[in-house]
């Protein structure tokens, strides 16, 4: 017995001699990180010679381009996240509740979009709604081709997007919906007279809201950054701008890239803070 | 009619039935445990009344109303969960209204019914708390408040006290009588504990692989136990094989030692009948009464002290059988190895089976 306490004592001591190289690998992992960040923040700040200064954020914030892009692709993350929501939290809803024998199959399927390259997807895209759709072995056609109207254009970019943002999406609200056990709270509405709709839009939603954010999130990361579909549907979204940008400007990309970094920290904080409370909620229960 | 009437339900699910023609009628007003082991069918059939699994076959009426294809938002049955089912995105009070709300009640006769409701439980001060800020057994509470609320016409309990801790699950589960008294609803208990079953029911339902062993009182399922099965889920049991020697004067034989049986079906057995007999530990005593039935020798092989009650296990012939006596500080116990007498009565001696 008192031996078995030493050891463990020991153990416990062992540990602590290890933090140290635990420390240096933090350390290192942060390096690996922080340096091309910090690389990327000074080279931004030294568009005027030996000075520092804010000269290549304010060139890029103030090209017309930049707005009419940033705002274009924010607007389609936006539509992307909402149609993402209404896809995916109706279905992974029913599969949990009704076919949890799919769910494999459905996980699968959400994966795709990863194994499969983009460029695969939008090239699909492209060749299915950049012409007239046709009535299957015959010359009969049902639509002219989608992509030659704005809208139609930016329906299937969404559509697109949505793909990309399947896996994140689903495995986020179907984690969610694992921990807030949506079968019993299901069943409990029912009994007390809630039907469907009111179930879906009073209980299961709200109680999803750090799962949706995350995934929320995580699809608006896609869609800002995502310049393949963008490219190959030609359409002016805040990617290929920057890409666009980079091949003429040194400065200014660099200072929109530390800016979407930034974004994208200050979304993840968002995430942080608002899962962070739902964690605490569970474990309290 | 019955209030709620169970009438050949039946559930099955792919080739094996997990509740098969049950029957069962329940007057208003009834608190009827459904009790049984592990696989049952006991929680099936209460989500058959509730309206979350379809019956393969049979009818269920409720209020001379037939509900049996109704939807389970359609059936006015509250349900407490064994996991409370409270959503954690209301405050105490929003979830007693939600099913007011559902029903669009009026702002004020809602306030009014959750005011009850939270004096009724008792958490009057916890109001504006979220579930998880709230006990295990303040949760199940406010459960209980939220299915009220709608004033169902059936409650129905799935092994609300499971999740709990042992002296939260005797308070809360006198406080469901209670209430369910005052209320005077008619109610179903699932259970698969013994003593929860018999100390809060009016009656319990027996069930044993999908079917209604037994249907009675606390007081008819313990002591008049019709199967070998009722007989040992409920209380502790004796058991032995014994061999009919005089069939019309209850006369049996253990092992060579004789016993006597007020069973009346004994009267259909024949001389020479293998039967199995079952005695409650708690119907021996030591024999103070020589001349009455079934004073047998015994030897006394083991005492064990359970708290309330001591146990002592004595060999009757071959066969060893338990022995329960109230403890008490003065309680004269025979030292183990010695010979004593045990008695007890032939009415306790109950015949449940062939051998």
């Known amino acids: 017995m008192n031996l078995s306490r030493y050891h463990i004592t020991r153990r416990t001591g062992d540990r602590r001699g290890f933090s140290f190289w635990s420390w240096i690998w933090f350390f290192l992992g942060a390096l690996y990180f922080i340096l091309p960040l910090y690389a990327t923040l000074d080279f931004s700040l030294r568009m005027e010679r030996d000075k520092i200064s804010l000269l290549a954020y304010q060139k890029a914030f103030a090209a017309p381009e930049f707005l009419k892009t940033f705002i274009y692709s924010n607007v389609l993350a936006v539509i992307t996240i909402f149609v993402s929501i209404l896809v995916i939290v109706p279905a992974a809803y029913w599969i949990r509740l009704r076919l949890p024998e799919a769910r494999r199959v459905i996980e699968y399927i959400t994966i795709l979009s990863i194994v499969i390259p983009a460029i695969v997807l939008a090239h699909g895209l492209n060749t299915v709604y950049g012409a007239p759709i046709k009535i299957p072995f015959t010359d009969v056609a049902l639509t002219g081709a989608i992509l030659n109207t704005r809208f139609g254009t930016n329906f299937v970019v969404v559509m697109g997007y949505t793909v990309l943002a399947l896996p994140l999406m689903y495995r986020s609200i179907d984690t969610g919906m694992r921990t807030v056990d949506v079968l019993t709270l299901t069943e409990a509405a029912q009994s007390l007279g809630a039907n469907w709709f009111t179930i879906i839009t009073r209980v299961i939603l709200p109680n999803l809201r750090g799962s949706l954010l995350s995934g929320a999130l995580l699809t608006f990361a896609i869609v800002v950054g995502e310049v393949t579909i963008s490219t190959v549907l030609y359409v002016q979204t805040f990617s290929p701008y920057l890409w666009l940008l980079g091949q003429h400007r040194a400065y200014e990309p660099a200072a929109l890239s530390f800016a979407s970094f930034l974004m994208i920290w200050a979304s993840m904080g968002i995430i942080q803070l608002v899962t962070g409370g739902q964690g605490q909620t569970s474990s309290a229960r | ?355």
């Open chain 2, 1 to 355: 009619m019955a209030y709620l009437t169970l009438s050949n339900i039946s559930k099955q699910f792919g080739d094996s039935y997990a509740v098969e023609n049950f029957n069962l009628d329940i007057e208003k007003g009834e608190f009827v445990s459904f009790l049984g082991p592990s696989g049952c069918g006991k929680t099936t059939t209460l989500r058959v009344v509730a309206g979350f699994e379809i019956p393969t076959s049979g009818m269920i009426t409720l209020g001379g109303v037939d509900i049996t294809d109704k939807a389970p938002n359609q059936r006015n049955v509250g349900m407490i969960f064994q996991a409370y089912a409270l959503f954690p995105n209301m405050t105490v009070s929003q979830n007693i209204g939600f099913g007011l709300r559902i029903h669009k009640e009026p702002e004020s006769a809602i306030k009014q019914r959750v005011d009850e409701m939270l004096s009724l439980i008792n958490l009057e001060k916890h109001a504006d708390k979220y579930p998880y800020q709230l006990s295990g057994g303040q949760q199940q509470r406010v459960a209980l408040a939220r299915a009220l609320a709608n004033r169902p016409q059936v409650l129905l309990l799935d092994e609300p006290l499971s999740a709990l801790d042992a002296k939260i699950r005797v308070s809360l589960r006198a406080e469901i009588r209670a209430i369910q008294k005052r209320l005077g609803i008619t109610a179903i208990f699932v259970t698969h504990d013994q003593e929860e079953a018999l100390s809060i029911s009016d009656r319990i339902v027996v069930m044993y692989e999908g079917k209604a062993e037994q249907v009675g009182t606390p007081f008819e399922i313990y002591n008049f136990p019709k199967t070998q099965f009722v007989a040992n889920f409920v209380g502790s049991l004796n058991n032995a094989d014994a061999e009919v020697l005089d069939p019309t004067n209850g006369l049996l034989s253990v092992d060579g030692v004789q016993f006597r049986t007020a069973d009346a079906e004994m009267v259909n057995r024949r001389r020479g009948d293998k039967v199995r007999i079952s005695i409650r530990p708690e119907r021996f005593s030591f024999a103070a009464e020589p001349l009455k039935d079934n004073v047998v020798d015994c030897l006394i092989e083991n005492i064990t002290f359970l708290g309330s009650v001591v146990r002592i296990q004595v060999k009757i012939g071959n066969t060893k059988f338990n022995m329960d006596t109230f403890n008490n500080p003065f309680l004269d116990l025979p030292a183990i190895g010695s010979k004593e007498q045990v008695m007890c009565s032939k009415e306790a001696v109950l015949v449940l089976g062939t051998a």
